[in-house]
């Protein structure tokens, strides 16, 4: 796993029993600064992996490019071509491409963002509602509730890290027609999962996300909503609980939100006819069933 997990000791007590000691493996937790041509931009606490995804991710999410081929590429700083000699691998620089304008002075978030909360220091709401270039309200998609209901276990069997340490939070983004899996990330932060996977389709030039799902681990926030609209994405489902300006958000911009999607049942707060509902099976169909099985 490299850095992203990290082997501590750990004293292991059961009542009743004697204590134990053992080794633990932990998610790694360490900050990334994010520089945009030489600029600093953020600074996060990630999972260190992904990191040039995550910065793709952060960039759409921030309204400072929006295809992929407006970001150039990246380099770690202290790595080769830069002059450095050791590289941390904890500040990555950014190169958009020629034309793009960079991250105006109010976007810059120069302080410390906890691996919790992606918003913190953001004095209010209006600071953070950007427009989108996608109109995700105008997305036809339509998936079935049935095969909604298979992301959650299909996002926790890819949970590589989160089986070895039981800290992390997912993102994946599935084929709302096909089911198909298309990324997965993890991170210890709700919200550098999803950048990171916004990322990815940010490298491979999908944007925008038309016809796709992002499931979640966790609940869903106004912030998650907010990435998921940025990038064209319809349809955002999460295992736990929306918070209330998610769910406005959701409903202003024309995303499906789904939450406690938790098999066989789930909750949708924005939306719903995007999802498709199996015809309900009639007490006198059932009666039959039971009785030619008599």
Known sequence: MGRITVRRPVVRISLGQTPTTR???????????????????????????????LAAGFLVSEAVIGRGDEFLGAIHCGGPGTGGVENTYNVLDVTLAPGVAPPAPEVARNFFTTSSCGLCGKASIDAVETVSRYDVAADEVVLDAEMLATFPDALRAQQAVFAKTGGLHAAALFDARTGELLVLREDVGRHNAVDKVIGWAVLNDRLPLTGTVLQVSGRASFELVQKAVMAGIPILAAVSAPSSLAAELAAASGLTLVGFLRPPSMNVYARADRIRVPAPVHEDVLSGIRADRT
């Open 23 to 53: 080794a633990d493996s932990l998610a790694a937790e360490e900050p990334l600064e994010i520089r945009v041509g030489g600029r600093s931009l953020a600074v996060t606490m990630r999972t260190p992996g992904n990191d040039v995804e």
